[in-house]
RNA sequence: CGGGGCGUAGCUCAGCUUGGUAGAGCGCUUGCUUCGGGAGCAAGAGGUCGCAGGUUCGAAUCCUGUCGCCCCGACCA
């Protein structure tokens, strides 16, 4: 391509409303365009980087024998509906009517849709194993849209569907789904990491998100030092320690606290350290009550396994501050499992400290040297909480350090779970209907150009991974103006990579070279070849890798060029 | 959904408090000079001031409504 009839679009501002890094680099690079909210058209050069993306999940999915479909983008009512999820989806999906007043959605997903095609068409077990992906589309109404394509509303995505006579055929595949999609990562040139993750259904079937590790990354994981173990913070467990709860030494006390009411002030007022409180948080209970649960001080509750619980109302949800009031007889800010009028559960961490500071239940007061089992019942212990650096490691390896990561894709068996509500069933050897088993696997295609970006930049700009690389190579001729040799033999090479079908850009732009190099830089281009007299002279080109800090001198010829592409 | 902010040239923004014929930089066009890391000079093109209504002799500016966009928060105990 000839930058002189490629519309480059690169600007020297950074638009006001890009806050990170790979969203700046973005629109400073032409890549995309914003329409609205969470809305970004794919200008040429940002498109091509997305199709690389997007071939390199197509390759490795049909290699792993999925098959490509393509499905509608919007989706009739009727289907959501059987699923039950029309009334549980909220204002993420974006509804629609038609002329004849009838529902229908912009996809956020296809769970629906796949499975009533599959219903239609698999009668038999001959006909399973089958998994079936589409790269499609989507609208999720992000009550947030942000960071440009990293969390768009419409957005491109890969997902697959496999279905299954059992849950062993969906483990071999959801293993074979792993397998393609580290392929995919390792192609795409991300440093990247598969953790455990919460699969939020019933079953406990295996989860796992695939992220690309970086800075700006939404979320956060835990991984250990030195064993594999590595998870979504959200789903990642803690244990007890095995150490045996002290005794206590201290005598219960009750001390003034005025207006000390987060565990921040009440550790400070009365100088211990927040590992030495227990805080008591408020919740709605499963049976439709109340229920306490005892943190450390410097603990965070994780809603996800508090939702889990049994005892815990899922989805979660706290008291109302109210409710709290009317049955503690205080504010929430002095609460604590002493003489707590409601049950409680602790925190393994909470239930194994003695001698600790809480609320004592009434205004402006704490109390001090408590004590489980002796100021209060040892409550019933659950892992409840976030996991925190240091922690040590779930599998019994080293200690938990936090990354931050994009989530890029995500592996999930659903189980029966659409296959039931939608009434997909088959027949086995015996002539038995069963229903499917079913797996499914996502990749964000659009996100992942940006997670690249977070992972791979510099001052100057984008620094393109070759694999997705928009073109692999800029030939930019120098002083134009003055030698025609220079403009000639940028022409000859130029013809000669497309020839050999290098994706080749030719800077015939006639600029100065400042501009040229800076806009070569600002898009990534992972090898650049620069032509000038100097360097005619001696039947030499000008070579720079685009990560490289200088330029090095090659042969005039193709191949020396195509040795350094190789 | 709650709170805050912003809509003026393709982009980044000033002008609004105190109403009086629309501004800058970047980008764009033309010419001359320049030419190895975002050049200089000169001359130009380009805006229904988000939209609707109101106040006024007169509104980018004041008032009301509306739409769009951005940021923060959505939980603490």
Redesign the pocket.
């Known amino acids: 391509m000839r930058l002189s009839r490629f519309p480059l679009a690169?600007?020297?501002?950074t638009?006001?409303?890009a806050?990170i890094i790979s969203h700046r680099l973005m629109l400073r690079a032409g890549l995309i365009r914003k329409l609205?909210?969470?809305l970004y058209t794919w200008m040429p050069l940002g498109l091509r980087v997305l199709r690389k993306v997007e071939q390199i999940v197509r390759d490795e999915m049909n290699r792993a024998g999925a098959l490509e479909l393509l499905m509608p983008s919007v989706q009739p009512a009727e289907l959501w509906q059987e699923s039950g999820r029309w009334d549980v989806m909220g204002a993420e999906m974006l509804r629609i009517k038609d002329r004849h007043k009838n529902d229908f959605c912009y996809g956020p997903t296809h769970e629906e849709v796949i499975t009533h095609h599959v219903r239609q068409d698999i009668r038999s077990y001959k006909q399973l194993p089958i998994n079936y992906y589409q790269i499609q589309t989507k609208f999720r109404d992000e009550?947030?849209?942000?960071f440009g394509v990293m969390r768009a509303r419409e957005f491109l995505m890969k997902d697959a569907y496999s279905f299954h006579m059992d849950a062993e055929g969906l483990a071999a595949e959801y293993q074979n789904m792993r397998a393609a999609y580290t392929r995919i990562f390792s192609r795409i040139g991300a440093d990247f990491r598969a953790v455990k993750a919460d699969s939020g259904n019933i079953g406990g079937a295996a989860s796992e998100e695939f992220h690309i590790l970086a800075g700006a990354g939404e979320d956060l994981l835990a991984v250990s030092t030195e064993g594999d173990y590595a998870a979504n913070v959200e789903a990642a467990e803690t244990h007890p320690s095995g150490r045996p709860l002290p005794a206590p030494t201290a005598a219960l006390e009750t001390v003034s606290t005025p207006g000390q009411?987060?565990?921040e002030q009440v550790s400070r007022f009365l100088n211990v350290p927040l590992t030495g409180k227990v805080?008591?948080?408020?919740?709605k209970a499963a049976d439709g009550g109340l229920i306490g649960i005892a943190l450390r001080g410097d603990h965070?509750?994780n809603e996800i396994k508090a939702a889990k619980h049994p005892r815990i109302a899922s989805p979660f949800e706290?008291?109302k501050?109210e409710d709290?009031q009317a049955a503690f007889g205080c504010e929430?800010?002095?609460?604590g499992p002493v003489n707590c009028p409601i049950p409680v559960i602790a925190d393994f961490a909470a239930a194994e400290i003695a001698d600790f500071v809480c609320?004592a239940n009434q205004n402006d007061a704490h109390l001090r040297g408590a004590n489980w089992g002796r100021d209060c019942a040892l409550p019933e212990t659950a892992d409840l909480r976030m996991i925190v650096e240091g922690d040590p490691s779930p599998d019994g390896r080293g200690t938990i350090k936090l990354l931050r990561g994009i989530e890029g894709g995500h592996i999930f068996q659903l189980g029966q779970k659409y296959t039931q509500a939608m009434g997909l069933s088959v027949l086995d050897e015996k002539g038995e209907a069963i229903t499917p088993q079913m797996g499914c696997y996502g990749i964000g295609v659009s996100r992942m150009a940006a997670a690249v970006i977070e992972q791979s930049h510099d001052a100057?700009g984008i620094i393109w991974p070759d694999a997705i690389a928009p073109f692999r190579v800029i030939v930019t001729p120098?002083?134009t103006?003055k030698s025609p040799a220079a403009k000639e033999a940028a022409e000859q090479l130029y013809q000669q990579l497309i020839d050999a079908g290098v994706e080749a850009l030719l800077d015939d732009r006639g600029l100065?070279?400042?501009?040229m190099?800076?806009?070569a830089?600002?898009i990534g281009i992972p090898h650049r070849i620069?032509i000038?007299d100097?360097?005619l002279a001696n039947q030499q080109f000008?070579y720079?890798h685009r990560r490289a800090d200088k330029?090095e001198m090659i042969p005039a010829t193709l191949d020396a060029v195509l040795a350094k592409l190789a």
């Open positions: 690169t600007t020297k501002e638009p006001a409303d806050e609205g909210a969470g009550r947030r849209p942000r009411k987060t565990c805080k008591l948080l408020v919740v965070e509750l706290m008291a501050i709290v929430v800010g002095y609460l609320g100057n120098i002083g103006d100065r070279p400042g501009p190099f800076a806009d830089d600002l620069v000038g100097k360097g000008e720079k330029a």
